[in-house]
């Protein structure tokens, strides 16, 4: 079973430039949720969507970024413009069952790890 | 508002030795709790969970947790360590209705010869 897949695996920008990510969930998970793994930090929870709506994007900074998951199945992260604070990893998971359900794994992907200059 | 602590952001152990990452919570309400890995430049994954069935739970790779409800704990243990068991663990808590985890800042093990 293939995981999860995102690309770039690493990305370097100019502050107040724009930048996007890509993840591939596992196929047929219906939720996915990306992280922002900040360095020396747990992973936080930016957005986690339901096939393609959004469940909870309540830490996710509306004003720079935005997400979308088109179909239900892919989805990209896109950050607009980039600040220095906004270095890190950003993973992308996804789980088979909806939120609420019996407890299931959320299945990571190897994350993006972007640099801000 | 639901939290994990995790005692100790790096430990060192002998090849051989035993392993103990410790792990608090704080929640209002009897959580789920889990234990990811994550290798460098990889992603997490899970080693064990607990969802209210046996508070001694067992993972993959030879670790186990218990569930201590007295002590709001949840640390993770491993009787023999070995080399491939270097890298960062976090600790991980959610409630019963959502799947939204909280994670703590990770602990990174150091394996040695």
């Known amino acids: 079973e293939a995981g999860v897949a995102q690309s770039p695996r690493y990305k370097i920008i100019e502050k107040r430039q724009s930048v996007a990510f890509w993840c591939n969930p596992i196929?047929?998970?219906?939720?996915l949720y990306w992280y922002q793994q900040i360095l020396g930090q747990g992973p936080k929870l930016l957005i986690q969507?339901?096939?393609?709506?959004?469940?909870?994007d309540s830490q996710l900074p509306k004003d720079r970024f935005s997400a979308e998951r088109l179909k239900g199945v892919d989805s990209t992260l896109k950050i607009q413009p980039a600040k220095l604070e906004d270095s890190a990893v950003y993973l992308c998971?996804?789980?088979?069952?909806?939120?609420?359900?019996?407890?299931?794994?959320?299945?990571f992907g190897p994350g993006t790890r972007l640099t801000v200059l | 508002a639901q939290s994990v602590t995790q005692l100790g952001s790096h430990v060192s152990v002998s090849e051989g030795a035993l392993v103990l990452l410790r792990c608090n919570y704080s929640?209002?309400?009897?959580?789920?709790l889990f234990w990811y890995v994550q290798y460098p430049n990889q992603g997490l994954q899970l080693l064990l969970k607990y969802t209210s069935a046996a508070t001694l739970v067992k993972g993959i790779n030879g670790f186990e947790a218990e569930f201590k409800k007295s002590e709001t704990s949840f640390h993770l243990t491993k009787p023999s360590a070995h080399m491939s068991d270097a890298a960062e663990y976090f600790c991980?808590?959610?409630?019963?209705?959502?799947?939204?985890?909280?994670f703590g800042t990770g602990t990174r093990l150091q394996v040695f010869p």
């Open positions: 196929s047929g998970h219906a939720t």
């Open positions: 929640s209002s309400v009897p959580p789920y």
């Open positions: 998971a996804s789980s088979l069952v909806p939120p609420g359900g019996p407890r299931n794994e959320q299945f």
């Open positions: 991980a808590v959610s409630d019963r209705s959502t799947d939204k985890l909280i």
């Open positions: 969507f339901q096939n393609n709506g959004v469940v909870d």
